[in-house]
């Protein structure tokens, strides 16, 4: 006999919400101040619904899965005012980070537990993989840090455990939630799907003309490069990727395409790295968002401070938008490639 699940009240759009309480004989109206209570207040205990009556809370229990997540941990940086959470849903735990800007309010969220990917720079993917979040469990990483601060969230960026484009109707449900206007009302400009290049997740992102900002880590403009460094290079080549958008440039809009480009010493910072890459930047109007890498791992290092500027001024000078981030959260291993977790993730075998 197939076991019955309830619906997780998180991961409803409230059209969807509505529906399912009309059908149960309730007025619209009870669907909105639910989806307020969740989505705009964060208040996740029917209890606490004050507008509501007992009997309701009641209901909402038995109908629905309940949001449900612990914070097992926060490290705070002693250096700035960043912020790592280990989240924990059931037997996946997922970091999520805290990274407020002087002019906004930025957090970079998990949309898996784990990655299926490995890339060679990227602590999540030699832990095992567990598998997708939920959209409810994606927006729990938002709600979660949001109920700690009175600091608005500005920014969302998925771009801490796992790839958007291999959980994409999540990763797309949590973000139009993020933006309901009537919930965190987060504008779509600022949210943004990073995605290692998965193309058919690029073909869908486009072809549904979606409004966020999307982010592909490109991290090598050679093959050869790439390969030895994103494993995702074997599945879908950066160049096949790279010419579908330049067929479909006229269908992004202006800005909302970056790429991000880790920069690793001796492999992916010499002049005709810079020289290449800027010609894809400028081909289709790419900002390019370079992230020095945080430390050592894996065999890998950061580059020197003259080494960065001169890989950044080689794109500058090419007439490129290069933003060199510096690595918020690295004393607390939760800039980016850190995230692996801290308690009960296994590495990969
Ligand atoms: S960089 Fe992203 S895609 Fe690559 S292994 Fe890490 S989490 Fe996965």
Same mark, same amino acid.
């Given at each position: 006999?197939?076991?019955?699940?309830?619906?997780?009240?998180?991961?409803?759009?409230?059209? =969807?919400?509505?529906?399912?309480?009309?059908?149960?004989?309730?007025?619209?109206?009870?669907? !909105?101040?639910?989806?307020?209570?969740?989505?705009?207040?964060?208040?996740?205990?029917? @209890?606490?619904?004050?507008?509501?009556?007992?009997?309701?809370?009641?209901?909402?229990?038995?109908?629905?899965?309940?949001?449900?997540?612990? /914070?097992?941990?926060?490290?705070?940086?002693?250096?700035?005012?960043?912020?790592?959470?280990?989240?924990?849903?059931?037997?996946?735990?997922?970091?999520?980070?805290?990274?407020?800007? =002087?002019?906004?309010?930025? /957090?970079?969220?998990?949309? !898996?537990?784990?990655?299926?990917?490995?890339?060679?720079?990227?602590?999540?993917?030699?832990?095992?993989?567990?598998?997708?979040?939920? @959209?409810? +469990?994606?927006?729990?990483?938002?709600?979660?840090?949001? +109920?700690?601060?009175?600091?608005?969230?500005?920014?969302?960026? #998925?771009?801490?455990?796992?790839?958007?484009?291999?959980?994409?109707?999540?990763?797309?449900?949590? @973000?139009?939630?993020?933006?309901? +206007?009537?919930?965190?009302?987060?504008? $779509?400009?600022?949210?943004?799907?990073?995605?290692?290049?998965?193309?058919?997740?690029?073909? $869908?992102?486009?072809?549904?003309?979606?409004?966020?900002?999307?982010?592909?880590?490109?991290?090598?403009?050679?093959?050869?490069?790439?390969?030895?460094?994103?494993?995702? =290079?074997?599945? #879908?080549?950066?160049? =096949?990727?790279?010419?579908?958008?330049?067929?479909?440039?006229?269908?992004?809009?202006?800005?909302?395409?970056?790429?991000?480009?880790?920069?690793?010493?001796?492999?992916? /910072? #010499?002049?005709?790295?810079?020289?290449?890459?800027?010609?894809?930047?400028?081909?289709?109007?790419?900002?390019?968002?370079?992230?020095?890498?945080?430390?050592? #791992?894996?065999?890998?290092? $950061?580059?020197?401070?003259?080494?960065?500027?001169?890989?950044?001024?080689?794109? %500058?000078?090419?007439?490129?938008?290069? %933003?060199?981030?510096?690595?918020?959260?690295?004393?607390?291993?939760?800039?980016?490639?850190?995230?692996?977790?801290?308690?009960?993730?296994?590495?990969?075998?």
């Amino acid at each position: 006999m197939a076991i019955e699940t309830k619906p997780e009240i998180l991961s409803l759009t409230e059209a =969807e919400l509505t529906e399912l309480l009309v059908a149960d004989g309730h007025k619209k109206f009870r669907a !909105q101040q639910v989806f307020q209570w969740l989505h705009l207040k964060q208040v996740f205990d029917p @209890a606490k619904m004050t507008n509501l009556k007992p009997e309701f809370h009641d209901y909402l229990r038995a109908r629905f899965t309940l949001p449900e997540f612990k /914070i097992l941990n926060e490290t705070r940086s002693p250096s700035d005012q960043t912020a790592k959470y280990l989240f924990e849903f059931g037997n996946r735990q997922v970091e999520s980070v805290w990274l407020p800007y =002087e002019n906004r309010q930025s /957090i970079c969220i998990s949309v !898996q537990s784990g990655c299926s990917l490995d890339c060679s720079f990227c602590a999540t993917g030699k832990i095992a993989f567990k598998g997708n979040l939920t @959209a409810g +469990q994606i927006l729990s990483q938002v709600y979660g840090m949001q +109920q700690l601060y009175d600091r608005r969230i500005s920014n969302v960026v #998925f771009m801490g455990m796992g790839e958007p484009f291999y959980n994409y109707d999540n990763a797309i449900r949590a @973000a139009s939630l993020i933006a309901d +206007q009537h919930g965190m009302n987060i504008s $779509r400009r600022r949210i943004t799907l990073s995605t290692s290049g998965v193309l058919p997740g690029i073909k $869908r992102f486009i072809e549904e003309k979606q409004p966020y900002r999307l982010a592909l880590s490109l991290h090598a403009v050679f093959a050869d490069k790439r390969r030895q460094i994103m494993d995702i =290079e074997e599945k #879908f080549s950066f160049e =096949e990727v790279l010419e579908y958008l330049l067929q479909k440039r006229n269908d992004l809009q202006q800005g909302q395409l970056m790429f991000e480009y880790i920069m690793i010493d001796g492999v992916n /910072i #010499f002049p005709d790295d810079a020289k290449e890459l800027a010609r894809w930047a400028k081909l289709l109007k790419a900002k390019v968002n370079l992230i020095p890498m945080n430390t050592s #791992f894996n065999g890998m290092h $950061r580059p020197s401070d003259d080494k960065i500027i001169e890989f950044w001024q080689a794109l %500058v000078s090419r007439g490129i938008v290069a %933003v060199n981030r510096k690595s918020p959260a690295k004393d607390i291993d939760g800039a980016c490639g850190m995230l692996a977790g801290r308690q009960e993730n296994t590495l990969k075998v």
